[in-house]
């Protein structure tokens, strides 16, 4: 705009400049109509000066409409003040602190203000731009309404981010029925961390098969086996340890689970379709209990009761052979010297269970059924459904999840992991999601089972429809009561699926169907 008047300046010069002719005429038609438009009546205007004049005014355009940024004129409506955007994170405190300590530095490169704040429930994401969630919580938010789809066209200024992220996460974890709802901030699936130094000795490899596991448990129980030489130090000593803590049980046992129950030509795993029974109780899964009870029943009670991150630092502290878990930044320090650790897949299936045939279909020569499971923790954001900002909002999301070549921002959750693909191939940008024990010939091991699990061409997404916390307390409360010889596996799975039963049937059976179809990626 500051332009403008020069160039009028400049037009009137050159108006001045034009000779004076008698007539018009033999002048060509369109320099005469250009000259009437301009109400230059007695005036030959020569082509160059036609040029100059067309340039001139489509610059003076140009300013009128595009140059936005620069100051209005008197009485015209100045730009609007930059947005303020509110961060919402539900029921993670922690992850709430470590992203408001980003609300200056996203001031100061994008100039808006930004505002972070925990949310204990569902109620308190009123009128948030960005809503931040655990992966199971996915469904029951957009049933209700309360986050909003994301098109594929939201991702075309944000395709490079968009296209870093793993597929295997993004495209089938983020989506709920024929939409993509949210964008990862880290998913992580179970691993297996072994303990190589111990595994030498017995002369094991790493566990391939549910099988491999326990029997290689069964060998790290017996601590006179270990050699003389160097025998774990600590008094308390478990050949593996999982997830079994409240909360945690439900999940572990489904991940055990998913590679014999999820047979590559059925959607449907947890339930059957359209009846919504529950599967629990058939064989894959008594199976798969069985096994873990089997695991358990190795470790000494007062270790059986940890979650993810407890049983990181157990490992690390030289406390059991093997263990269920994933790295995180928020790991310990250090770890007893004479760990060697070796990090690989969770070990898969030989054989799946077939529903229709009743039957177990062993696998191919030299291969396995290695399904993961997704949705076990992680963390997701997506765009407040009343948000009155999107577009800014889905900005403030891909900032978050940061450029190729940059620290992802919220590594430092442990609930959180790996998601850009850029950062599996790059050693030093793989250290910002592991443990600081842990070395980096680990971490590159880690890197290439993340690879592994997620070339997968199978894979089970966990329960996410409502009600979700309901029905995985009462796995958790199967697996207790299996591990502590309340029940068999049997047992104790018939009377979740009763239960199961009873909460779809509470809820609305067809609601359920229609969500739990959703769940599966599935359209109504």
Request: aromatic share 8%; hydrophobic share 40%; net charge neutral.
């Amino acid at each position: 705009m500051r332009f403008l008047p020069h160039l009028l300046t400049l037009f009137r010069q050159k108006q001045e400049e034009i000779r004076p002719l008698g007539s018009n005429k033999g002048q060509p038609r369109t320099e005469r109509i250009f000259s009437k438009k301009l109400g230059v009546r007695s005036a030959w205007i020569s082509p160059p000066e036609i040029w100059a004049g067309l340039l001139g005014l489509a610059f003076c355009v140009f300013c009128l409409t595009g140059c936005r940024s620069q100051p209005a004129e008197e009485g015209q409506p100045g730009p609007s003040a930059p947005t303020k955007l509110t961060v919402a994170v539900l029921e993670d405190s922690r992850l709430a602190d470590t992203l408001r300590s980003y609300e200056g530095q996203w001031q100061a490169e994008i100039g808006a203000p930004l505002e972070v704040h925990a949310a204990s429930n569902e109620g308190q994401l009123q009128k948030a731009d960005v809503i931040v969630f655990r992966s199971a919580q996915l469904g029951q938010l957009a049933d209700a309404g309360q986050i909003a789809p994301l098109a594929e066209e939201k991702f075309l200024p944000h395709s490079a981010a968009w296209s870093d992220l793993v597929e295997l996460v993004r495209d089938q974890e983020g989506r709920w029925g024929r939409h993509v709802y949210a964008v990862p901030l880290g998913s992580p699936v179970l691993v297996c961390y072994c303990r190589a130094d111990l595994l030498d000795r017995l002369g094991l490899r790493p566990p391939r098969t549910w099988e491999e596991y326990l029997q290689a448990a069964q060998q790290l129980k017996e601590r006179s086996r270990l050699g003389a030489a160097e025998s774990p130090k600590e008094p308390t000593w478990a050949p593996a340890l999982e997830p079994w803590a409240a909360g945690w049980a439900g999940w572990t046992f489904l991940a055990r689970a998913a590679s014999y129950a999820k047979h590559p030509n059925y959607y449907s795993t947890l339930f059957e379709m359209q009846s919504m029974r529950p599967r629990i109780a058939e064989p894959p899964f008594v199976r798969a209990l069985e096994e873990l009870v089997a695991t358990a029943k190795l470790a000494p009670p007062d270790l059986r009761e940890a979650d993810p991150d407890q049983v990181r630092e157990r490992f690390w502290r030289g406390q059991c052979g093997l263990a269920l878990c994933w790295p995180s930044r928020a790991g310990p320090e250090n770890a007893s010297p004479e760990i060697k650790c070796t990090i690989v897949p969770i070990p898969g299936a030989s054989a799946v269970w077939h529903p229709e045939e009743q039957k177990w279909l062993p696998a191919s020569k030299g291969e396995l059924f290695r399904t993961p499971l997704l949705g076990i923790s992680g963390r997701w954001a997506a765009v407040g459904a009343s948000s009155e900002h999107p577009e800014a909002a889905l900005q403030l999301i891909f900032w978050l999840v940061g450029k190729q070549g940059s620290e992802p921002r919220p590594a430092v959750c442990p609930a959180t992991t790996v998601f850009r693909k850029s950062e599996l191939k790059d050693p030093k940008r793989l250290q910002a999601w592991v443990e600081p024990a842990m070395p980096r010939e680990t971490a590159l091991q880690y890197a290439d089972a993340l690879h592994q699990t997620f070339s997968s061409s199978q894979w089970l997404v966990g329960l996410r429809i409502p009600g979700w916390p309901e029905y995985m307390a009462e796995l958790d409360a199967a697996v207790h009561a299996a591990v502590q010889g309340e029940k068999t596996a049997q047992q104790a799975l018939q009377a979740a699926a009763q239960k199961w039963q009873e909460i779809t049937h509470r809820l609305g059976l067809d609601r359920q169907r229609q969500a739990y179809r959703r769940n599966l990626g599935l359209p109504d």
